[in-house]
């Protein structure tokens, strides 16, 4: 994978197209909840915090980011990281120039890369599978820095239902949240898997991705 080439010493801890890319993100997310329906979701303030089940979207572009920059990754892969989701579901009408003037043309292009599909205009339980069925394929022919960043994704996406089924009193109130069953989710992790192992061979990513799809089956 692409790491940077720079002594820790050389560069400062955070880069300031990083930064912008987590600004971007956080702006453009702020109202998008985990899996959640916020409808009835007042605005947090001191005294009206967010409800223990209200998780802000910006979680999971975070933990992907981390995940990618415990593995060394370069600054246009963690910028990209934090925007991943940006172009799906950010109602942005300019969201690539967006990106492109507050990053650079390599990021957008990862961010193209991981780039759902998502049929707005067609229920999102309708086209499910037509739409993990597009994702497998694109993994075949992405850039490999784009298969980093979509591996880091699902993992962080597993982790976190891990953690709601083992909190939830009820599995089912969890798989309930998704536009399909689980036999269906657990066809996607395991394709997915598969897919990402045949473009990284024995990458750490890969290897804590089995660990969470065996451990989810169990």
């Known amino acids: ?28 997310h702020h109202h998008q909840f985990r899996k959640r329906d916020d409808s009835d979701t007042a605005p947090a303030s001191p005294n009206n915090p967010l409800p223990d089940d ?11 980011m981390t995940i990618l920059a415990r593995l060394g990754a370069t600054d246009e892969i963690l910028a990209a990281a934090a925007l991943h989701d940006y172009l799906e579901d950010v109602p942005d009408p300019d969201g690539r120039r967006r990106i492109r003037e507050t990053t650079n043309d390599g990021v957008l292009d990862l961010v193209l890369a991981v780039t759902e599909n998502k049929r707005p205009e067609r229920d999102q339980g309708e086209t499910w599978e037509l739409r993990k069925r597009e994702q497998l394929t694109r993994i ?20 976190s239902l891990e953690i709601d089924l ?53």
């Open 166 to 218: 083992k909190e939830a009193p009820d599995p089912r109130l969890v798989w309930n949240r998704f536009n399909a069953p689980e036999e269906q989710q657990f066809w996607y992790f395991s394709n997915t898997l598969d897919a990402i192992r045949r473009r990284l061979g024995d990458h750490p990513l890969v290897t804590e991705l089995a660990e969470v799809v065996d451990r989810l089956r169990d």
């Open 1 to 28: 994978m692409s790491t940077s080439e720079t002594n820790p010493g050389d560069a400062p801890l955070l880069s300031p197209m990083i930064e912008a890319a987590v600004r971007l993100a956080a702006k453009g």
């Open 54 to 64: 209200h998780i802000p979207y910006i979680t999971h572009l975070m933990g992907t």
């Open 140 to 159: 075949e022919t992405m850039p490999l820095d784009a298969v980093l960043i979509k591996g880091a994704d699902v993992l962080h996406n597993l982790l």
